[in-house]
């Protein structure tokens, strides 16, 4: 049998074993720990992160806790003057014994209200490509905030059945949604064609959209996304945050998806948990090895399975 197709054979049958291995993932309330077996990729917006939130101990160690369950976590709305604000973060979120790293893009927006997104990872599970972190170009002015993308692998042996991908992490102006999300379905099509050797682009942050308002991205073939049929901000009322991705290309995609509710999983009433954040995290989870597996979804018209605490 070809060496090529032999790995193949082998990176299908690992990802149909995982694929059935972690739909308890998807029907528990929260990822109680990382499965070796998936990679459990998180956007979290923690509202104004700075200064404020980082002088109370109890609310660095809840953001601590949920960075801890995730592979990656893509964070937005970081408001700090100071540098070392995440240096510090991810100090805490180590002080257990993990060994997190992050990247932090520049601070990005109109107004003098400056806001930075930022990737923490697992570095005993996930690399960085040093070379491609970048902010999204913007000539035309069309975002507010530009997405920072970057691309990743899955620490895998062997090496070459690595899953890679882009993560294009967002997160649109409130005001100027319908003409943001018309400039982002352009990015995420840019994205597709900046390497020719990778197809993986998951764009992942806090929309101010749920599905019903995707219009744009409909026009985006085989496009989908994790999160649907529920809430994601801590109050409970609206869906505003979200993982997309095209089916088949990303057939990573384990049909695992949650989000991480607050007070549930920590035991916070509704008021400290709004000191952590206003939103909730979400995630999904995918394969650590590069395959392509033939699907029927789409996505967007048969969400899957979701975890709601």
Known sequence: MPQRRQRRLLCLAAVAWCAAAVVPVAARAQPVSKPWDA???CSFNIQVFGESKMSKPNVVEILARVVRK?????????RATSDD?????????NADGSRYAHYIGPREGRTVSK?????????????????SPAVFPDPSDRLH???????????????????TFWLVNTHTD?????????ALADVFQGMQRARPDEDDVIMLGDLNAGPPQFTAFKRIPNIGWAVAG????????????????????TGEYLGAWGVLDLQTTFGLPLEAALEVSDHN????????CEARLPQQLPLAAQPVQQSRR
């Open 70 to 78: 995730f592979d990656i976590v893509a964070i937005q709305e970081v």
């Open 174 to 182: 409130p005001d100027e949604v319908p003409q943001e999300l018309e």
């Open 115 to 131: 806001e930075q997104y930022v990737f923490i990872y697992d570095t005993t599970r996930i690399e960085l490509d040093p070379s």
């Open 85 to 93: 604000i995440l240096p510090r973060f991810v100090q805490a979120v």
């Open 230 to 249: 529920t809430t994601t901000n801590t109050r409970r009322t609206k869906t505003y945050d979200n993982l997309v991705f095209a089916w088949p290309q």
């Open 39 to 41: 990679v459990l990729i």
């Open 281 to 288: 995290p979400v995630w999904a989870a995918f394969h650590p």
């Open 145 to 163: 905030r530009p997405p920072l993308c970057a691309r990743f692998r899955t620490r895998v042996q062997p090496a070459h059945m690595a899953f």
